[in-house]
Protein backbone atom coordinates (compact mmCIF):
# COMPACT_ATOMS: atom_id res chain seq x y z
CA UNK A 1 0.00 0.00 0.00
CA UNK A 2 1.50 3.20 -0.89
CA UNK A 3 -0.08 6.28 1.05
CA UNK A 4 0.94 9.81 1.77
CA UNK A 5 2.08 11.77 4.78
CA UNK A 6 1.21 15.74 5.45
CA UNK A 7 0.96 17.56 8.60
CA UNK A 8 -1.45 20.40 8.99
CA UNK A 9 -2.35 22.76 12.06
CA UNK A 10 -4.98 20.58 12.62
CA UNK A 11 -3.31 17.24 12.86
CA UNK A 12 -1.00 14.48 11.04
CA UNK A 13 -2.91 12.49 8.29
CA UNK A 14 -2.12 9.44 6.54
CA UNK A 15 -4.18 9.47 3.08
CA UNK A 16 -4.29 7.12 0.10
CA UNK A 17 -3.85 8.69 -3.58
CA UNK A 18 -7.82 9.13 -3.77
CA UNK A 19 -7.98 11.07 -0.65
CA UNK A 20 -9.38 8.87 1.65
CA UNK A 21 -8.10 8.99 5.39
CA UNK A 22 -6.54 5.83 6.59
CA UNK A 23 -5.07 7.26 9.95
CA UNK A 24 -4.78 10.86 11.50
CA UNK A 25 -3.86 12.29 14.85
CA UNK A 26 -5.66 15.37 15.50
CA UNK A 27 -4.35 18.14 17.35
CA UNK A 28 -5.77 19.78 20.30
CA UNK A 29 -8.55 22.25 19.94
CA UNK A 30 -6.75 25.34 21.71
CA UNK A 31 -4.81 26.81 18.76
CA UNK A 32 -1.67 27.31 21.73
CA UNK A 33 -1.28 23.69 22.23
CA UNK A 34 -2.20 22.79 18.77
CA UNK A 35 1.14 25.06 17.54
CA UNK A 36 2.90 23.06 20.36
CA UNK A 37 2.51 19.95 18.83
CA UNK A 38 2.79 21.24 15.17
CA UNK A 39 6.22 22.42 16.09
CA UNK A 40 7.62 19.52 17.39
CA UNK A 41 6.35 18.05 13.84
CA UNK A 42 8.00 20.61 11.85
CA UNK A 43 10.94 19.49 14.48
CA UNK A 44 10.55 15.78 12.80
CA UNK A 45 9.47 14.55 15.94
CA UNK A 46 6.35 13.08 16.56
CA UNK A 47 4.42 15.08 19.64
CA UNK A 48 3.63 12.44 22.62
CA UNK A 49 -0.18 13.20 22.05
CA UNK A 50 0.38 11.25 18.79
CA UNK A 51 2.67 8.42 20.18
CA UNK A 52 -0.78 5.99 19.67
CA UNK A 53 -1.00 7.32 16.01
CA UNK A 54 2.48 6.20 15.44
CA UNK A 55 2.38 2.67 17.02
CA UNK A 56 -0.52 2.18 14.55
CA UNK A 57 0.94 3.27 11.57
CA UNK A 58 4.00 0.71 12.94
CA UNK A 59 1.41 -1.69 12.35
CA UNK A 60 0.51 -1.19 8.90
CA UNK A 61 1.12 -3.43 5.62
CA UNK A 62 2.49 0.04 3.89
CA UNK A 63 4.90 -0.23 0.95
CA UNK A 64 5.83 3.09 0.55
CA UNK A 65 5.24 6.56 2.03
CA UNK A 66 5.14 10.02 0.10
CA UNK A 67 6.47 13.17 1.99
CA UNK A 68 6.89 16.61 0.85
CA UNK A 69 9.70 17.71 3.60
CA UNK A 70 12.41 16.82 5.66
CA UNK A 71 10.99 17.26 8.93
CA UNK A 72 8.42 14.55 8.11
CA UNK A 73 10.97 12.38 6.40
CA UNK A 74 12.84 12.32 9.83
CA UNK A 75 9.78 11.58 11.43
CA UNK A 76 8.24 9.16 9.09
CA UNK A 77 10.97 6.90 9.28
CA UNK A 78 10.71 7.02 12.62
CA UNK A 79 7.36 5.11 12.84
CA UNK A 80 6.97 2.94 9.34
CA UNK A 81 9.49 -0.02 8.38
CA UNK A 82 7.91 1.09 4.69
CA UNK A 83 10.29 2.74 2.23
CA UNK A 84 10.23 6.84 2.86
CA UNK A 85 10.23 9.05 -0.22
CA UNK A 86 10.93 12.94 0.34
CA UNK A 87 8.96 15.01 -3.13
CA UNK A 88 8.74 18.45 -2.57
CA UNK A 89 6.83 19.01 -5.59
CA UNK A 90 4.91 15.56 -5.47
CA UNK A 91 1.54 16.71 -7.32
CA UNK A 92 -0.56 14.48 -4.94
CA UNK A 93 0.97 15.61 -2.21
CA UNK A 94 -0.08 19.33 -3.38
CA UNK A 95 -3.87 18.39 -3.73
CA UNK A 96 -4.58 16.39 -0.77
CA UNK A 97 -3.17 19.60 1.38
CA UNK A 98 -4.89 21.65 -1.00
CA UNK A 99 -8.47 19.31 -0.45
CA UNK A 100 -8.37 18.77 3.06
CA UNK A 101 -10.24 21.69 4.46
CA UNK A 102 -13.16 19.69 2.21
CA UNK A 103 -12.40 16.86 3.67
CA UNK A 104 -12.01 17.74 6.96
CA UNK A 105 -15.61 19.14 6.75
CA UNK A 106 -17.02 16.04 5.05
CA UNK A 107 -15.90 14.16 8.00
CA UNK A 108 -17.38 16.75 10.66
CA UNK A 109 -13.64 17.06 12.21
CA UNK A 110 -14.39 20.90 11.27
CA UNK A 111 -17.66 22.57 11.24
CA UNK A 112 -16.69 24.51 8.24
CA UNK A 113 -13.80 25.52 5.49
CA UNK A 114 -13.85 29.41 6.97
CA UNK A 115 -13.46 28.03 10.61
CA UNK A 116 -10.36 25.63 9.51
CA UNK A 117 -8.53 29.11 8.19
CA UNK A 118 -9.26 30.73 11.23
CA UNK A 119 -7.71 27.98 13.10
CA UNK A 120 -4.80 27.99 10.61
CA UNK A 121 -4.31 31.76 11.11
CA UNK A 122 -4.63 31.62 15.11
CA UNK A 123 -1.86 28.53 15.12
CA UNK A 124 0.03 30.43 12.58
CA UNK A 125 0.21 33.37 15.22
CA UNK A 126 0.86 31.08 17.77
CA UNK A 127 4.06 29.87 16.37
CA UNK A 128 4.88 32.93 15.24
CA UNK A 129 4.89 34.48 18.76
CA UNK A 130 7.01 31.33 19.92
CA UNK A 131 9.49 31.72 17.26
CA UNK A 132 9.71 35.43 18.57
CA UNK A 133 9.85 34.66 22.06
CA UNK A 134 12.99 31.84 21.14
CA UNK A 135 14.76 34.52 19.48
CA UNK A 136 14.66 36.98 21.89
CA UNK A 137 16.11 34.86 24.53
CA UNK A 138 18.77 33.95 22.80
CA UNK A 139 19.90 37.55 22.22
CA UNK A 140 19.31 37.82 25.82
CA UNK A 141 22.04 35.17 26.48
CA UNK A 142 24.13 36.13 24.06
CA UNK A 143 23.99 39.63 25.83
CA UNK A 144 24.70 38.12 29.23
CA UNK A 145 27.46 35.96 28.43
CA UNK A 146 29.28 38.93 26.65
CA UNK A 147 29.04 41.43 29.64
CA UNK A 148 30.17 38.50 31.91
CA UNK A 149 33.19 37.74 29.33
CA UNK A 150 34.02 41.74 29.61
CA UNK A 151 33.57 41.28 33.85
CA UNK A 152 35.89 38.20 33.54
CA UNK A 153 38.47 40.31 31.25
CA UNK A 154 38.53 43.11 33.87
CA UNK A 155 39.01 41.32 36.24
CA UNK A 156 42.54 39.88 35.01
CA UNK A 157 43.64 42.67 33.49
CA UNK A 158 43.30 43.69 36.98
CA UNK A 159 45.06 41.62 38.63
CA UNK A 160 47.87 41.30 35.87
CA UNK A 161 48.05 45.14 36.62
CA UNK A 162 48.49 44.50 40.18
CA UNK A 163 51.60 42.01 39.57
CA UNK A 164 53.15 43.87 37.14
CA UNK A 165 53.35 47.46 39.48
CA UNK A 166 54.38 45.07 42.45
CA UNK A 167 57.08 43.05 40.29
CA UNK A 168 58.67 47.01 38.37
CA UNK A 169 58.04 48.57 42.31
CA UNK A 170 61.08 47.04 42.99
CA UNK A 171 63.08 48.44 40.95
CA UNK A 172 60.61 51.45 41.06
CA UNK A 173 59.78 51.67 44.70
CA UNK A 174 59.24 55.54 44.34
CA UNK A 175 56.22 54.34 42.06
CA UNK A 176 53.82 54.12 45.66
CA UNK A 177 54.52 57.83 45.21
CA UNK A 178 52.23 58.37 42.43
CA UNK A 179 48.68 58.65 42.15
CA UNK A 180 46.54 56.84 39.63
CA UNK A 181 46.05 59.94 37.76
CA UNK A 182 49.73 60.80 37.69
CA UNK A 183 50.88 56.85 36.64
CA UNK A 184 48.30 57.59 33.81
CA UNK A 185 49.76 60.78 32.70
CA UNK A 186 53.33 59.46 32.75
CA UNK A 187 52.31 55.94 31.04
CA UNK A 188 50.60 58.06 27.86
CA UNK A 189 53.18 60.41 27.35
CA UNK A 190 55.70 61.29 29.89
CA UNK A 191 57.73 63.88 27.19
CA UNK A 192 54.83 65.50 25.81
CA UNK A 193 53.05 67.49 28.06
CA UNK A 194 50.98 69.63 26.26
CA UNK A 195 48.80 66.71 24.83
CA UNK A 196 47.98 65.45 27.92
CA UNK A 197 47.47 67.93 31.08
CA UNK A 198 48.49 72.10 31.73
CA UNK A 199 51.87 72.62 32.38
CA UNK A 200 50.95 74.20 35.93
CA UNK A 201 49.53 70.12 36.88
CA UNK A 202 50.66 69.73 40.40
CA UNK A 203 50.48 66.29 39.36
CA UNK A 204 52.21 66.12 36.69
CA UNK A 205 54.99 68.50 38.00
CA UNK A 206 55.47 65.62 41.03
CA UNK A 207 54.64 62.98 38.69
CA UNK A 208 57.54 64.12 36.40
CA UNK A 209 59.66 64.75 38.87
CA UNK A 210 59.53 61.08 40.45
CA UNK A 211 59.94 59.49 36.57
CA UNK A 212 62.71 61.79 35.48
CA UNK A 213 64.32 61.35 38.68
CA UNK A 214 64.85 57.50 38.26
CA UNK A 215 68.75 57.92 38.40
CA UNK A 216 68.00 58.05 42.20
CA UNK A 217 65.94 55.53 42.50
CA UNK A 218 66.68 53.13 45.60
CA UNK A 219 65.52 49.88 44.15
CA UNK A 220 67.84 47.17 42.40
CA UNK A 221 68.33 47.02 38.74
CA UNK A 222 67.06 44.44 36.27
CA UNK A 223 69.47 41.84 34.56
CA UNK A 224 67.69 41.40 31.12
CA UNK A 225 70.05 38.34 30.90
CA UNK A 226 68.63 36.87 34.75
CA UNK A 227 65.10 37.45 32.99
CA UNK A 228 65.70 35.38 30.21
CA UNK A 229 67.76 32.80 32.01
CA UNK A 230 64.69 32.53 34.92
CA UNK A 231 62.17 31.96 32.17
Known amino acids: MKA ?19 EKAL ?17 GELPTESSAFGQRLTQMELDQVTVDSEALARLARSIVKAEVVQAENDPTISKLRNRLPSI ?11 EYEQFVRDVSLELAKTAITEATTKRDLYAIQTVRSIEDLDKILNLLAGRIREWYGL ?22 TRHTTRQGDPDLRIGRKVFWGRNDRHGSRMATSGLRNSA
Open 171 to 192: HFPELDRLSRRQRIILIRRPNK
Open 104 to 114: LVRLRIIESKD
Open 27 to 43: FAHNPSDAASQLKKVLN
Open 4 to 22: YLIDSPAGLFLLEKTGKIS
